[in-house]
């Protein structure tokens, strides 16, 4: 079967760094993106992995490993506003996305 | 409008009830989705869109239909609605089926 893990909860403090893990088994891959989701609202796109390695857009990277089935999302001088689930989701080899369950990230000041 | 629109906002439906959520997007995407998302649960797709005039079934298709007869337009039918079926449902659309998708505000849908 096909299946996405996160995390459910992580809590970090307003400055500081996080990281949100992610691991993945599904048939076939065809890319990895990361949304984000304030409560009560749609998923927005953050960013999208197709090659190994570390994708940087501001305070947000996000990483890939294809032979570990593995990927990170990384914020920077978190703020309150980043509160909000962060979800995973990968494209499989019928070009459809797999969903993780997502991680609800709660800033502390 | 900008960028893709449901409606209703929300909805209380007695179970047995018909109902189609509406779904329009001005970007002239080629792609159209439906999910709903349930709590503890990752968004799970219903149906798909690659192209105007073909639609597909996604991982939970069953008690729903679609139809795409243009490019802007992708409603969900629920023929009969049963309680399992109250969910968030968010449309979605991409400039080609492997492209980002982007997403409409979502239909909180309660069925009694």
């Known amino acids: 079967g096909q299946n996405i893990d996160q995390p459910t909860e992580m809590t970090a403090t307003e400055g500081a760094i996080v990281q949100i893990n992610c691991t993945y088994q599904?048939?076939?891959?065809?890319?990895l993106f990361w949304y984000q989701q304030h409560a009560g609202e749609a998923p927005t796109f953050l960013s999208y992995?197709?090659l190994d390695g570390l994708e940087e857009k501001g305070r947000f990277s996000s990483f890939l490993s294809r032979s570990k089935g593995y990927s990170y999302l990384l914020l920077k001088e978190l703020q309150m506003k980043d509160s909000a689930s962060y979800l995973c989701a990968v494209r499989d080899e019928d070009y459809q996305l797999i969903w993780g369950a997502g991680t609800k990230l709660i800033i502390k000041p | 409008i900008a960028g893709i629109t449901q409606a209703p906002t929300s909805q209380i439906l007695a179970a047995g009830r018909r109902m189609t959520l509406r779904c329009t997007q001005d970007?002239?995407?080629?792609?159209m989705y439906w999910y709903r998302q349930d709590l503890g649960l990752g968004l799970r797709l219903i149906h798909y869109?690659?192209?105007?005039?073909?639609?597909g079934k996604g991982e939970v298709p069953d008690g729903y239909s679609v139809s795409r007869a243009n490019t802007d337009d992708f409603p969900l039918t629920l023929a009969s609605a049963v309680p399992s079926q109250t969910s968030v449902y968010f449309c979605?659309?991409?400039?080609?089926?492997?492209?980002?998708?982007?997403f409409g505000p979502g239909t909180r849908l309660t069925v009694l």
């Open positions: 979605a659309s991409s400039r080609q089926a492997s492209g980002e998708q982007f």
């Open positions: 970007m002239r995407h080629n792609a």
């Open positions: 869109s690659n192209t105007a005039g073909t639609t």
């Open positions: 992995n197709v």
């Open positions: 599904t048939s076939g891959f065809n890319g």
